[in-house]
T-cell receptor, first 114, second 115 residues
Framework: KNQVEQSPQSLIILEGKNCTLQ??????????LRWYKQDTGRGPVSLTI?????NTKSNGRYTATLDADTKQSSLHITASQLSDSASYIC?????????????FGSGTRLSIRP | DSGVTQTPKHLITATGQRVTLRCSPR?????VYWYQQSLDQGLQFLIQ???????AKGNILERFSAQQFPDLHSELNLSSLELGDSALYFC??????????????FGPGTRLTVL
């Protein structure tokens, strides 16, 4: 069964600290993995997109890694800010031949405390 | 602001009714995706259109249908509504036909409440 599992479900850290969110998937075949940030009640915003041939992608203070062999990805947030408080969602897609495979993780809710 | 617009923002209706949600993609984007986000099932991909043609189907119920018009705006029609259809419905747009590494830009969503 195609699944995307994220951990932890929720995380609280102090402003200025770093954190790492995890995403494990069983989607096969695999095309790309995306990380989104979603503020409560708003649409998701794309952070990074990686194909199977990429193992790291950065977007400012956000760095995503991908290990296609172990089917694991992580999102590292550096020097957290209050505005980083949001849900972070991992999405795995199959190739265009199976475009219906767009599987979302349940997200990690991150809270940054001052 | 992503450049994707959705109307209405909120919709309250009764079970058994039919509603239409509207989405206008970013200028220049040919693909439109529809997603449903509910409390119990999270985000789910419903359907994709590219330049007026259905491109891919996800977990879309038979009671739901969509179309993309020549001006590229899209509508999602939900009929015979049930309480479980209450959710946030997002549309997203992108340039490419295939959901490869093309960035998808999400709209603000339509919150549907079925009473």
């Amino acid at each position: 069964k195609n699944q995307v599992e994220q951990s932890p479900q929720s995380l609280i850290i102090l402003e200025g600290k770093n954190c790492t969110l995890q995403c494990n998937y069983t989607v096969s075949p695999f095309s790309n993995l995306r990380w989104y940030k979603q503020d409560t009640g708003r649409g998701p915003v794309s952070l990074t997109i990686m194909t199977f041939s990429e193992n790291t992608k950065s977007n400012g203070r956000y760095t995503a890694t991908l290990d296609a062999d172990t089917k694991q990805s992580s999102l590292h947030i550096t020097a957290s800010q209050l505005s980083d408080s949001a849900s972070y969602i991992c999405v795995v897609s199959g190739p265009y031949s199976s475009a219906s495979k767009i599987i979302f993780g349940s997200g990690t809710r991150l809270s940054i405390r001052p | 602001d992503s450049g994707v617009t959705q109307t209405p923002k909120h919709l309250i209706t009764a079970t058994g009714q039919r509603v239409t949600l509207r989405c206008s993609p970013r200028s220049g984007d040919l693909s439109v995706y529809w997603y449903q986000q509910s409390l119990d099932q999270g985000l789910q991909f419903l359907i994709q259109y590219y330049n007026g043609e259905e491109r891919a189907k996800g977990n879309i119920l038979e009671r739901f249908s969509a179309q993309q018009f020549p001006d590229l705006h899209s509508e999602l029609n939900l009929s015979s509504l049930e309480l479980g259809d209450s959710a946030l419905y997002f549309c997203a747009s992108s340039v490419d036909k295939y959901p490869s590494t093309d960035t998808q830009y999400f709209g603000p969503g339509t919150r549907l409440t079925v009473l």
